[in-house]
């Protein structure tokens, strides 16, 4: 009886470890299965990855707006720097689509829809914050400031859908006229040059008053819808070698960390004023060439 009872314990316990076998072998199939499975969706979908990037832009201009509609310096300060934080990210999401091969019409567009929320939407409710609220009130329910702050982000985004229709014969080079990115990141960097918190080495603030800040704004939006040559800086220096461009992005962040949004605001002002210039002396230029001859 007892060796009858023992066979039948040692056949129980078989029966359990082949049960525990099975259900491990089935988990590990599954398991397989499951990482093949994500592994050929992201394979599929490799897309995803720029345009997660391309989102992360819009997603600092969605913060930059509600910092924004707080009203107090140092939100409005903190909304322009998430602008240009934003930037980073719009810089990388073509070269990381291209790098993947998932270039797409798509993409294009997106990026389009995120720059007019991070630089056309965004500066202009910062701007108004900021400056244009200050305008005296009609007593209607638009007052004077809400119209002169419209005529940034209507142009910014006529910009962007321009650039759309010319995408497809883009030469990678340059731009006709002012980027909406360099064009948000100055409006935008304003309120951030008077709040001494955010500054690093440089501890220098400037209050601009409304007759400097209007000009600026104003000149600022109709330069996107211009025909100004302007040249896309990156492009230009990732031709000389990927060590030049690496080293430039590093030198720039390191000067940015040290001189915080001054630097920013110096380096956009010179490109903007680059551009200009460099097209008033090639009109000049072509006023001064003689007619050819029939």
């Known amino acids: ?63 930059a707006i509600i910092l924004a509609s707080r009203g107090d310096a140092r939100s409005l300060a903190l909304a322009g720097i998430l602008v240009c934080i934003g930037t980073l990210f719009d810089a990388v999401d073509g070269a990381v689509a291209r790098a993947m091969h998932v270039e797409s019409p798509v993409g294009v567009q997106l990026d389009s829809l995120a720059d007019g929320i991070a630089y056309g939407i965004a500066p202009a409710i910062i701007a108004y914050q900021a400056y244009l609220s200050k305008l005296p009130k009609s ?20 910009r962007l859908a321009r650039f759309n229709t010319g995408a497809a014969e883009d030469d990678h080079v340059g731009f006709c006229g002012l980027p909406s990115p360099p064009a948000g990141i100055l409006i935008a960097s304003f309120p951030a040059l008077e709040v001494p918190d955010f500054m690093f080495l440089v501890k220098y603030t400037v209050s601009f008053p409304l007759s400097v800040f209007i000009p600026i704004y104003l000149v600022v939006a109709l330069l996107m819808v211009t025909r100004i040559d302007y040249s896309k800086t990156l492009a230009v220096i990732y031709r000389k070698g990927r060590f030049v461009l690496v080293l430039t992005i590093i030198v720039m962040i390191l000067l940015i960390s040290l001189f915080s949004m001054w630097f920013v605001f110096a380096m956009i002002s010179i490109y903007i004023l680059t551009g200009s210039i460099l097209y008033i002396i090639k009109l000049i230029k072509k006023k001064k060439q003689p007619a050819a001859c029939d």
């Open 1 to 63: 009886m007892a060796t009858k009872r023992l066979e039948k314990r040692l056949a129980r316990r078989q029966e359990r470890l082949k049960a525990r076998g099975d259900k491990k072998a089935t988990r590990g199939k599954r398991t397989g299965k499951t990482r093949r499975a994500i592994g050929n969706f992201i394979v599929q979908k490799r897309s995803i990855v720029p345009n997660m990037i391309t989102m992360s832009n819009m997603t600092m201009g969605f913060f």
């Open 139 to 158: 007593g209607l329910f638009i007052d004077t400031g809400m119209l002169i702050a419209l005529i940034y982000p209507i142009c910014a985004i006529y």
